[in-house]
């Protein structure tokens, strides 16, 4: 098991749970960035046994501090990176962000302005990363993700809302260890 992984036996399986290292800004210790107390976590289930759920991939944040932490909608920010077993990327279809989709279902006077989320403390976020099909290397169909062992990475960008911030206080790059997934076997 990798440093930085903590494994919980959960009802499903053995579900593990990776802490996401910080990678960015360099100077993390800048006075005044909100964004230490955010607490970065991928969790996953080593064996996922149903291919017609897809590959299942969760991405916790949550506050550790004692403030609020309000932040640009996390969602649109997390970045998966997926290997098959020999090493090769996998293509999978992603959809815009949400702050790229024209959308008038938010009355405001900005509504396809970027979402905030603040995050009390103790509170925590959750978002799932799926996949269940793959691109195509030779034409622009898709195919349902074939079984086998699959290794993930995940990085992830926070950015702060408050747009006062100076730029080393102002956001945080994690990222997690290589996860190995065996799906559908």
């Not at 944040?61 to 004692?66: D, I, T």
């Not at 989709?101 to 009355?107: A, G, H, L, M, P």
């Not at 925590?124 to 034409?139: A, F, G, I, L, P």
């Given at each position: 098991m990798m440093l930085g992984a903590r494994l919980v036996e959960g009802l499903k399986g053995a579900e593990v749970r990776y802490e996401l290292r910080h990678?960015?800004?360099?100077?993390?210790?800048?006075k005044g960035n909100p964004l230490i107390d955010l607490h970065v976590?991928?969790?996953?289930?080593?064996?996922?046994?149903?291919?017609?759920?897809?590959l299942r991939f969760v991405v916790s944040?949550?506050?550790?501090?004692?403030e609020g932490i309000q932040i640009r909608y996390p969602d649109d920010m997390v970045q998966l990176n997926l290997l098959n077993e020999e090493g090769k990327p996998v293509r999978f279809p992603t959809h815009a962000p949400s702050a790229l989709?024209?959308?008038?279902?938010?009355?405001a006077i900005r509504p396809n302005a970027p979402r905030l989320?603040?995050?009390?403390?103790?509170?925590?976020?959750?978002?799932?990363?799926?996949?269940?099909?793959?691109?195509?290397?030779?034409?622009p169909t898709t195919t349902p993700l074939p079984p086998g062992r699959y290794t993930a990475q995940i990085r992830v960008l926070l950015?702060?809302?408050?747009?006062?911030?100076?730029?080393?206080?102002?956001?945080?790059?994690l990222e997690s260890p290589p996860?190995?997934?065996?799906?559908?076997k």
């Open positions: 990678v960015e800004p360099l100077n993390l210790s800048a976590e991928l969790m996953t289930e080593e064996t996922q046994h149903d291919t017609s759920a897809g944040f949550k506050n550790v501090g004692s989709v024209n959308t008038r279902e938010r009355n989320l603040k995050i009390e403390p103790g509170q925590e976020h959750r978002t799932t990363q799926t996949v269940r099909e793959m691109r195509n290397d030779k034409s950015l702060t809302a408050n747009p006062k911030l100076e730029h080393e206080q102002s956001y945080r790059v996860v190995s997934v065996d799906f559908g």
